[in-house]
C-alpha cells in the first residue's frame, strides 16, 4: 500500500516562496506519476502540477512560471517549489500518486483527481497579502 506523506506548508506573504515535499512509501516511487492538487475553502480540488514517471513536467496554468514541480527517486520524494505566491494560492495542497509507466509524458488525464489512487493527508497553504 503506498503512503504519502506532505509537509513543507505555512504561512507567507505575497510574493514569498514555499516548499512542499510529499515522500512516497509502499511501492517503486520510480514507476509512479505524481502531482500536487490544491483545494481552497469552497472549492473543488483542482489540479496544480504534476510529474512523470520519466520525469516530464505539466502545470495548470496558473501556476506556470512561478511553481516547479521535480522528484528525487534516490529518496522517493516529490517536491513544489512555489514562488512569487499570490493570496489565490492559498489552500490545502495534496500529493497524489498513480502507477503510471504508459507514457513517457504526463498526459491531460493525470490533471484528473478520479486518475490518482494514493492521497497524502494534506498541508496547509496560507498566502497574505
Known amino acids: 500500500q503506498v503512503q504519502l506523506v506532505e509537509s513543507g506548508g505555512g504561512l507567507a506573504q505575497a510574493g514569498g516562496s514555499l516548499r512542499l515535499s510529499c515522500s512516497f512509501s509502499?511501492?517503486?516511487?520510480?514507476?509512479?506519476?505524481m502531482a500536487w492538487f490544491r483545494q481552497a475553502p469552497g472549492k473543488e480540488r483542482e489540479f496544480a502540477a504534476g510529474?512523470?514517471?520519466?520525469?516530464?513536467?505539466y502545470y495548470t496554468d496558473s501556476v506556470k512560471g512561478r511553481f516547479t514541480i521535480s522528484r528525487d527517486n534516490a529518496k522517493n520524494t516529490v517536491y513544489l517549489q512555489m514562488n512569487s505566491l499570490k493570496p489565490e494560492d492559498t489552500a490545502v495542497y495534496y500529493c497524489?500518486?498513480?502507477?503510471?509507466?504508459?507514457?513517457?509524458?504526463?498526459?491531460?488525464?493525470?490533471?484528473?483527481?478520479?486518475?490518482?489512487?494514493?492521497w497524502g493527508q494534506g498541508t496547509q497553504v496560507t498566502v497574505s497579502s
Open positions: 509502499g511501492r517503486t516511487f520510480s514507476s509512479h506519476a
Open positions: 497524489a500518486a498513480r502507477f503510471y509507466t504508459s507514457s513517457y509524458h504526463y498526459t491531460e488525464e493525470l490533471t484528473r483527481a478520479d486518475r490518482f489512487d494514493y
Open positions: 510529474i512523470s514517471w520519466t520525469g516530464i513536467t
